[in-house]
């Protein structure tokens, strides 16, 4: 491998890359269903099942993409014509599937959910695969590697907490600039959720772009291609990619579970007329503690503790943070600083988690190429992008499932407890499943992705230097 160092400008630039894509990522993970079910009527079950099929389709589409990617040869290389290729073609998907037309019938609405947001998947593959595998690709192991993937996972964190903060910010004021101020309240939303869509779109397209300028591979061994039989029978023998993967699916569903119900936690259970302005300063918090947690705590904590320490640091803050929440949920909630308290715990605790379960998922590379002689950094990170997808999936059916139980829609909200405080138009039941299912369900995840860490993971700190060495000597 070149030992020449990555040039200030080539972390800068694979670090907009990051920002754009977890902003498309974000959108699509947080907002999707709550557009389609509660914006645009289509039953919580229905959309459930189609937010998680499409994570069964990307079980064989991702893997798929991962040896696609690994036989490119072009001019340009093997990951960047992807890169760009998935990111036009995603924000243009991006763009539709947040612009369904609102005189659909149901039939037809459930139609075009299922269609774009599959396509949404398969697009999104194409970008995030070529993206991630890269590190290795122009990385050397040890810090080098692990400085890099933090700077991406911090300015993903990044580009995942403005789409936390800016989304409901920003989605009314848009839809009533082109929807008129006298449009219904929830046309407003619609209308603002599609020109929101498109702006994000276009910082995708802009971000990545200049990954794709700036950033140059440097291979650091001939990648021998492999067939998908040959893959997966790679990724079973690669018993730490496999433990990196299964945890990533835990701790990201768990998370996932609450980003999506928290829009309906503000809206049904906390409830007030303003309850949109309390459910932004709510996130606008917890994303700006995401970005200092990727940022700076992370870094200090680096510095006392092992990674694998800080994973379990980490796990413990955050359910420390769910059984706050819980307790609050039970109280009388007049005012949204006290949810800081919970919010800070969580929020801090993902930042960190999402920069740490990268590095181990990098680290997975070296210890495959020892293990089994080929290094598959496409198939290691097509895992990735499938995982997270996976725990999108279940996260929304989890979602979904318990906002049919407990009937919360907009539909079953009364005029009259719109105007004065939509909690009156839930029942206690209602609100009491709604604050189990994004407390509990999340708890005992991550309490078992603990305890399966704990039994599986091999990977320290020591072992990762060994085996970078190890593999230097091979390409030396």
């Known amino acids: 491998m070149d030992n020449q160092r990555l040039s200030g400008k080539s972390k800068l630039s694979y670090a907009l890359g990051a920002v754009g894509k977890d902003m498309v990522y974000m959108l699509s993970a947080s907002y999707v269903l709550y557009y389609f079910q509660d914006l645009l009527g289509v039953e919580a079950w229905i959309m459930g099942v189609i937010l998680l099929a499409a994570r069964v389709f990307d079980a064989f589409n991702d893997p798929i993409m991962g040896v696609v990617v690994a036989k490119t040869k072009t001019r340009w ?17 991006l763009y539709f599937m ?9 039939k037809g609405l459930v139609a075009y959910a299922a269609i774009f947001y ?22 050397q192991g040890g810090r080098e590697r692990e400085n890099l993937t933090t700077i991406a996972r911090s300015c993903a964190g990044v580009g995942a907490a403005i789409i936390t903060v800016f989304t409901m910010m920003l989605v009314p004021k848009l839809g009533a600039m082109f929807a008129g101020e006298n449009a219904g309240a929830k046309l407003i939303e619609v209308v603002g959720f599609k020109y929101f869509a498109a702006i994000v779109g276009v910082l995708f397209v802009l971000f990545i772009t200049l990954t794709c300028i700036n950033v140059k591979e440097k291979s ?48 049904y259970d906390f409830g007030t007329v303003g309850w949109n302005n309390a459910y932004v300063l709510f996130n606008t918090f917890g994303g700006a503690i995401q970005i200092l947690a990727m940022m700076l705590f ?24 769910y059984l706050v929440l819980l307790g609050l949920a039970f109280t009388n909630m007049s005012s949204v600083f006290v949810l800081f308290i919970p919010a800070f715990c969580i929020f801090s605790a993902n930042g960190i988690l999402s920069v740490i379960t990268t590095v181990f998922l990098a680290n997975t590379v070296d210890y495959g190429e020892l293990k089994n002689g080929r290094r598959d950094e496409s198939v290691i990170f097509s895992m990735q992008t499938f995982v997270v997808k996976l725990a999108s999936g279940i996260a929304a059916l989890a979602a979904s499932i318990c906002l049919s139980v407990n009937k919360l829609s907009d539909e079953a909200i009364t005029e009259e407890a719109k105007h004065v405080d939509w909690s009156l138009g839930v029942s206690a039941s209602a609100k ?12 005992l995840g991550l309490i078992f992705a603990f305890f399966w860490f704990r039994k599986k993971f091999i990977l320290n700190d020591k072992k990762v230097e060994e085996i970078a060495a190890q593999v230097k000597k091979l390409h030396e």
């Open 77 to 93: 290389g093997k990951f960047r014509p992807w890169l760009l290729i998935g990111t036009v073609t995603n924000a243009v998907i």
């Open 98 to 106: 947040f612009a369904a037309p609102p005189a659909m019938d149901a």
């Open 118 to 139: 599959i396509l949404w998947g398969v697009t999104y593959t194409m970008m995030d695969i070529p993206y991630w595998s890269m590190i290795p690709a122009f990385t």
């Open 220 to 267: 650091t061994a001939s990648m021998e291609t492999v067939s998908v039989k040959q893959m997966f029978k790679a990724l079973v023998q690669n018993d730490q990619a496999m433990t990196v993967t299964i945890a990533i699916v835990l701790v990201n569903t768990a998370i996932y579970i609450t980003s999506n119900l928290v829009i309906y936690f503000f809206k």
């Open 298 to 321: 992370y870094p200090l904590l680096r510095k006392k503790f092992s990674n694998r320490s800080i994973f379990d640091i980490c796990l413990g803050l955050a359910v420390l943070g």
């Open 432 to 443: 009491t499943g709604l604050r189990m299912t994004m407390t509990v369900i999340p708890i």
